[in-house]
C-alpha cells in the first residue's frame, strides 16, 4: 500500500510513551494525569473528533459538491475499521504499541484499533497544529484528489473559548513570526522586575506549548542527564523552529522542562 508519509510526533517523550502504552498497562484509575495534556482517554477523544471533522471537511470541500447524504456516506466508509487497520499495518504502527501479555486479541479489536488511531491523531494535534493532519489525512482518504481543502478550522485557546483567526489552525506549516521581546528593564526597577518574575512563575507548559501552536511554532523538548543515576541532574532544551529558545536544570524531567518553556516564554516576548 502507498501511503503518504505519517506525521511525526517528536521532542516529547513522555507524550510518546503514553500514545505507544496500551491502557492493559495502566495501573488504574489512580495514575497521574499529565499536566499538559492529561490522558490517552482525553488524547483519543480529542483525536477521534479531529479525525471526523477532517474527513467530514475533506468530502465538503469537494467540488463539484457532494450532497450531505454522500458526504456521510462517503466519510463512514473512510475510516472503516478494515481501512484503519490497513493504515496501521503498513506504518508499523500496530508492532510499536505496547501491551499486557496476553492482550493480543483485544489490541487488535475493532474498538482498540480506533482508539489507538485516535489518540494518535490528538497527540499529534496538540503538537504540530491541524494544517498538517488535514493535508495527511486527505491524501489517506482520497490520494487521486486534484485538489485538496485548505486548512480554515478554529482551534480551542487557553481558558477557553474559540479562535477566529484562520493562521491558528495553520500549525506549523505556516510559521508566524514570533511578537518583538519587550525592552530591557531599567536595573534599578526592582518592583517591576519583581513582578515580571511572579508573572512568569504562573507561565504553565500546557500554556507555551499551545501559544507555540497557535502562532505557528513547532515545538520541540530535548532532554539530557548527568551526574549518578540514582540522583541525576536533568537539563531539558526548548526548540521553536528548531532554534533554542530556553534552557531549563532540574532533579528531574518535569521540573527542567518547565523551566526551559518559562525561559523561551520570555525570550519570544510572549
Known amino acids: 500500500m502507498n501511503l503518504p508519509p505519517i506525521p511525526k510526533i517528536e521532542g516529547d517523550v513522555d507524550l510518546l510513551l503514553d500514545v505507544f502504552t496500551h491502557r492493559s498497562l495502566r495501573f488504574g484509575q489512580s495514575a497521574a494525569m499529565n499536566n499538559d495534556y492529561g490522558d490517552t482517554d482525553r488524547l483519543a477523544e480529542l483525536g477521534h473528533r479531529i479525525l471526523d ?3 467530514t471537511f475533506h468530502y465538503f470541500s469537494k467540488r463539484p459538491m457532494l450532497s450531505a447524504a454522500e458526504v456521510t456516506r462517503l466519510s463512514k466508509e473512510a475510516l472503516s475499521h478494515d481501512k484503519l487497520e490497513a493504515w496501521l499495518d503498513s506504518y508499523d504502527l500496530k ?5 499486557a501479555p496476553g492482550e493480543q486479541d483485544m489490541v487488535g479489536s475493532p474498538e482498540e484499533i480506533r482508539r489507538f488511531f485516535d489518540t494518535y491523531v ?4 496538540i503538537r504540530r497544529g491541524g494544517a498538517i493532519i488535514q493535508d495527511w489525512i486527505s491524501q489517506l482518504i482520497d490520494p487521486d484528489a486534484q485538489q485538496r ?5 478554529p482551534i480551542p485557546v487557553p481558558n477557553g473559548g474559540i479562535s477566529s483567526d484562520q493562521s491558528v489552525w495553520n500549525g506549523a506549516s505556516t510559521p508566524m513570526p514570533p511578537s518583538s521581546p519587550p525592552p530591557p528593564l531599567p536595573p534599578d526597577n526592582m518592583h517591576t522586575i519583581s513582578m515580571a518574575t511572579h508573572n512568569l512563575n504562573l507561565v504553565s507548559l500546557a500554556l507555551v506549548n499551545q501559544t507555540a501552536v497557535q502562532r505557528g511554532i513547532s515545538i520541540t523538548y530535548s532532554a539530557e542527564q548527568a551526574g549518578p543515576p540514582h ?7 526548548c526548540l521553536m523552529n528548531g532554534v533554542e529558545q530556553g534552557r531549563g536544570t532540574g532533579k528531574s524531567q518535569k521540573v527542567a522542562k518547565e523551566e526551559a518553556a518559562r525561559q523561551a516564554w520570555a525570550r519570544m516576548g510572549w
Open 53 to 55: 471533522l477532517t474527513v
Open 122 to 125: 490528538g497527540a499529534l494535534y
Open 231 to 237: 540522583m541525576p541532574t536533568w537539563t531539558m532544551k
Open 149 to 153: 481543502p485548505p486548512p480554515q478550522w
Open 95 to 99: 508492532s510499536k504499541l505496547r501491551h
